[in-house]
């Protein structure tokens, strides 16, 4: 299955752009989407593990499901000052 990933701040500045598509086996879960992303983008891998994901419009621990119809986004920690 192909799942389309929103990236914001740091993590779309990194990739270059402000989706990416994943591909992912049935009853996958944000864990496996998380290592997914470090593979697949390497310059992602440092970034990946502090990354929140919000799956339809909800934060998501590692172990939520993701299914074929999930709005996901990656949302990289942000500072300030």
């Known amino acids: 299955m192909n799942f389309e990933v929103k990236l914001f701040a740091g993590a779309r500045e990194i990739v270059g752009k402000d989706l990416v598509i994943v591909s992912l086996e049935a ?5 496996d989407l998380r290592i ?21 419009h909800d ?3 590692d172990d939520t499901c993701l299914s074929p119809d999930s ?3 990656c949302i990289p920690p942000v500072s300030g000052g």
């Not at 593979?39 to 593990?49: G, K, M, V």
Request: charged share 20%.
């Open 71 to 73: 709005e996901i986004a």
């Open 27 to 31: 009853g996958a879960t944000v864990a």
């Open 59 to 61: 934060y998501a621990d």
């Open 36 to 56: 997914a992303l470090g593979q697949s983008i390497p310059a992602l891998r440092e970034t990946i593990e502090h990354v929140k994901f919000a799956v339809n």
